[in-house]
């Protein structure tokens, strides 16, 4: 029989202690950081009356518009198709969270670098949904887990929190978004950013509308491409409406000079449960001079959300940047298109074909989108296919996991950067250059 040497208790007492205490600092010295995965919609349009959309205004408590159900063609829908998507990358960031599942990986990585030892980090991933309003169609109010913005509880008139609250409460350091399009006639497909640019575009907007700058200071820059969403107006006058939206929560009338006080957007930075939001009784504000002011005279841009945006960190968030705009929003957004273009080739690569085609990198979309604005976290907005292209829903349905890969691959090289195998016969390489996520020091922690 083999016998163990008596060794006092304190001693095992100070070895687990010991053990406990190195596995502690093992977790603490490898980075964790929060990613939302957010497949875009979820609800439904059919019923205006009672299945209402995103935005819900407190002051004349009624909700501004239907709910948007995403495109569809024949049986395949944007919602089913982005969630699915949505899970797998979240199934592959959580491997991240436990030694085997990094391994995994680890794997993952390699076939993406030349390299063969990795930094170690852990993403804490979080899904915004895992259902459609198809899971419960006999609800009374099936787009309540949907929407974007708060709302009330239609029993209890209690504030419930829309994405954009629980987005912000997980406080991620990147919100990853996807959408797909529908693509007109002679669109290739492919995949396409979705921005919203900062203050100092808005502004410029502004003093283009009031005659105190030139359109060419627009047009000639680089947000000149701007979403038409009003049949019949320029890109420019697009613009200006938005303009006016985002300082007043009104469209402009075509010619700039006014708002639109038939056409109201909300004041959508108090739909939000964050700290940007105005004190109560904001609304004694609204029409007097101010950042609640019905004309651009009158504005002034004060209060909590004005300074936010008026700050240098929604500067780096949406203007300028690698990208030569857009600010790290645009960046982490192609960053990631560029990864799935060079990704999926490398992964379905066979003797008979060696690289299959993707449709390209598309100019991105321009608007006051909800996401990019209102969620402090870099904002990977994509529009990663189009539902009525075969060859955009092939590779987003039959090599799901593929494509997950990618995304979940560049979401590492946006936080650690990843040195990629050289392959000049794809059209598009990642950067593989990490965010400078140190300059925003404490912003992420900084909404609730």
């Known amino acids: 029989m083999f016998l163990f040497p008596l060794i006092p208790t304190n001693f095992f007492t100070l070895f687990i202690v010991t053990c406990l205490c190195a ?66 990358v979240h199934k592959i960031l ?17 076939l993406f670098s030349k390299k063969n030892e990795f930094t170690r980090v852990r993403f804490l991933s979080h899904l915004t949904r895992e259902t459609s309003f198809d899971d419960d169609p006999a609800s009374d109010d099936p787009n309540a887990p949907y929407r974007l913005y708060d709302f009330p509880d239609p029993k209890t008139s209690v504030r419930k929190k829309g994405r ?16 797909l399009n529908p693509a007109s006639k002679g669109q290739k497909g492919g995949m396409a950013a979705v921005l919203t640019p900062g203050y100092k575009t808005f502004s410029l907007l502004k003093k283009i509308s009031n005659k105190e700058k030139s359109p060419n200071g627009f047009l000639n820059g680089p947000w000149s491409d701007w979403l038409v969403f009003q049949s019949g107006w320029s890109k420019l006058e697009n613009a200006t409406a938005d303009a006016w939206i985002y300082f007043h929560g009104y469209w402009s009338k075509k010619n700039g000079k006014e708002a639109d006080l038939t056409k109201f957007e909300g004041y959508r930075q108090n739909m939000i449960s964050w700290k940007y939001a105005d004190d109560p009784n904001w609304e004694k504000n609204i029409g007097k001079k101010g950042p ?24 780096w968030r949406r203007e300028g940047g690698r990208e030569g705009f857009g600010g790290d929003n645009h960046y982490v957004t192609r960053e990631l298109m560029r990864f799935v273009q060079y990704g999926l080739p ?27 604005t209102y969620t402090n976290a870099l904002c990977a907005f994509i529009e990663i296919g189009y539902v009525n292209r075969s060859r955009d829903m092939k590779y987003l349905i039959q090599n799901k996991k593929e494509t997950a890969i990618s995304l979940a691959v560049g979401i590492y090289s946006l936080f650690v950067g990843l040195e990629l195998k050289k392959n000049s016969n794809l059209p598009y390489t990642p950067k593989g250059k990490k965010v400078n996520w140190e300059r925003y020091e404490t912003y992420f922690d900084e909404v609730i």
């Open 346 to 372: 490398v992964q379905l690569k066979s003797k008979e074909s060696p690289y299959p085609e993707l449709g390209p990198i598309q100019k991105p979309y321009i608007s006051t989108y909800s996401l990019p």
């Open 94 to 110: 959580k491997l991240t969270e436990t030694e085997q599942g990094w391994k995994e990986f680890e794997a993952y990585l390699k």
């Open 292 to 315: 609640y002011a019905k004309s651009h005279d009158e504005f002034e841009p004060s209060g909590r959300f004005f300074e936010r945006e008026m700050g240098k960190k929604e500067e």
């Open 164 to 179: 954009l609250s629980k987005i912000n409460e997980i406080k991620p350091h990147l919100v990853l978004s996807l959408h």
């Open 23 to 88: 596995n502690v600092l093992s977790l603490a010295a490898e980075p964790n950081f929060r990613i939302v995965i957010d497949p875009g919609h979820g609800g439904v349009a059919k019923d205006p009356k009672t299945q209402h959309g995103d935005k819900y205004d407190s002051v004349t408590q009624t909700y501004l518009e239907t709910y948007k159900q995403g495109t569809e063609h024949g049986s395949i829908t944007e919602r089913k198709v982005v969630l699915d998507l949505a899970k797998e």
